[in-house]
Nanobody
């Protein structure tokens, strides 16, 4: 089973940037689609971005489109979420997730394994 560890979260002012990283163990990472989700206090976990196993296809939630970029480096078993122009409403715990298939998905229930999450706080 693949294990995921997120890093890169923190406190940033509105308008700032952060890059989240998600490191995966296991040799099958390069054949798996990956995604990022986030969960704000008292709210459901929601889709942020997804990337196919080759990195060819990427998808974003409307709320982050044009501000966030998902990418992956299969040689390093790592997926990234670059976040620009951060807003207070981006404050949440961000989770990395993986599918045991190469196709992307937007629903949390389509993902097979998850990281522990990393906190992102954007101050106004």
């Amino acid at each position: 089973q693949v294990q995921l560890v997120e890093s890169g979260g923190g406190l940033v002012q509105a308008g700032g940037s952060l890059r989240l990283s998600c490191s995966a163990s296991g040799r099958t990472f390069s054949s798996h689609a990956m995604g990022w989700f986030r969960q704000a206090p008292g709210k459901e976990r929601v889709f942020v971005a997804a990337i196919s196993y080759t990195g060819t296809y990427t998808y974003y939630a409307d709320s982050v489109k044009g501000r966030f970029t998902i990418s992956r480096d299969n040689a390093k078993n790592t997926v990234y979420l670059q976040m620009f122009s951060l807003k207070p409403e981006d404050t949440a715990v961000y989770y990395c997730a993986g599918r045991t298939t190469g196709a992307t998905a937007r629903e949390a229930y389509d993902y097979d394994y998850w990281g522990q999450g990393t906190q992102v706080t954007v101050s106004s």
